[in-house]
């Protein structure tokens, strides 16, 4: 890109699949370099009193809030429109994955973290560039459309993005894991509602997942087995919260599921990430994971009956990189804010000043209505 930002397609269309053509690889914007004279590089902190890492990012303050259609920077191309600063060089796309331009996490050009130091020279507060990588993953060119909505050969295509980026992203110098993501709807904070998700090479592992891990350490200690299969197995032969199967994955509500609404989607066999999946796994999975986000677009409904589209979180757990790796098994996750039609689950004193939760259903509930709603 002309700010020296990479970007890839992804094709599942001729004649670019065959080669017969090729997506506009040139950038024409006149846009600065990101790492000019004096780059402006998100740093992180620590937190003495809990160990985690925050990555501190101001420049994303400025970043693009819910322009109008016509404005879209993830849309293809308009030759001659009066909009000229989207990110997408070429006139048309399957799936397009490209460096954030507003990242929370960016490495310096050499790719390393560089020197640490102590936030005004005290050593309590150790600090370092938050040297990661940010990416997003256009799912479509279509401004609007849904992941729920695409066809199973361009879920297909946005699966071997991930696993793709998830095998370049771990390579990368300093990386401890690759977080694929999408937020959808604006109840969630999305401020682009281009179909659209993203991938954080995080420089540290994510609290919760640090959390998963202790917890699958314990019982690995203790039974010999992985915490997240003995889960699953759990979750199947119970089967009150299965609400999806097929012949490669399951997917159900966790018998302790903290949000209105909560679903994993999880395979049978033990893999540790998206790149592990062999080709059935992913065809699929490709069928299933659509078919799970229209019967949660269907979970609440209008007074006249009609399906709500769901705000959600989806986001892939996946295997550390380096220690603690064998302790991880993929799945997925997908949870909601909206705990009734036009009424969200505010995280207020006891969730964000404790991290202690407080359901306002239960998972036998979300489990009917994801199993009535398939029907």
């Known amino acids: 890109m002309a700010d020296g930002r990479e970007l890839i397609y992804f094709d599942d269309s001729e004649p670019y699949v065959s080669g017969g053509a090729t997506r506009r690889l040139d950038d024409p914007r006149p846009l600065p370099d990101r790492f ?40 293809p191309a308009r030759p001659g429109a009066a909009y000229s600063d989207g990110e997408v060089p070429d006139t048309d796309y399957d799936v397009v994955v490209f460096e954030n331009r507003f990242p929370a996490l960016l490495a310096p050009p050499d790719g390393t973290a560089g020197e640490a130091w102590s936030v005004d020279g005290d050593p309590l507060w150790p600090a370092r560039t938050a040297a990661g990588r940010c990416e997003v993953v256009c799912f479509s060119a279509e401004h609007r459309a849904s992941f729920a909505d695409l066809s199973p050969r361009r879920a ?39 179909p659209h998700g993203q991938i954080y090479a995080f420089p540290f592992v994510t609290p919760r997942t640090r959390l998963m891990l202790d917890r699958a350490a314990e019982h690995r200690a203790r039974t010999g087995r992985n915490l997240l299969r003995d889960v699953l197995d759990a979750e199947r032969r119970a089967g009150t919260r299965v609400v999806l199967t097929s012949e490669h994955w399951t997917a159900y509500v966790p018998a302790a599921a903290r949000w209105p609404v909560e679903v994993h989607l999880a395979p049978h066999r033990d893999v540790p990430d998206l790149p ?16 799970l986000l229209r019967r949660l677009d269907r979970f609440f409904v209008t007074d006249d009956g009609a399906p ?37 689950k505010y995280l207020a004193g006891v969730e964000s000043g404790m991290g202690a939760w407080i359901s306002d259903t239960t998972p036998e509930r979300i489990a009917a209505r994801l199993q009535e709603v398939g029907r």
């Open 36 to 75: 000019g004279p004096e780059p402006s590089l998100p740093e992180m902190r620590q937190d003495p009193l809990t160990g985690e890492w925050i990555p501190m990012a101001s420049h994303r303050m400025n970043r693009t809030f819910l322009p109008a259609a016509d404005s879209c920077p993830l849309c």
């Open 156 to 194: 297909r295509t946005i699966i071997e993005a991930w696993a793709d980026r998830t095998t370049e992203l771990s390579r990368l110098p300093g990386i401890r894991q690759v977080f694929a993501f999408e937020n959808r709807g604006r109840e969630i904070g999305v401020t682009l509602p281009h």
């Open 276 to 291: 592990a999946l062999d080709d059935a796994e992913r065809d699929d999975l490709a069928a299933v994971y659509p078919e």
């Open 308 to 344: 709500i589209p769901l705000p959600y979180i989806a986001g892939w757990h996946q295997a550390v990189v380096g220690e603690g790796r064998e302790l991880g098994r993929l799945h997925l996750q997908v949870f909601s804010v909206l705990r009734a039609p036009g009424k969200l």
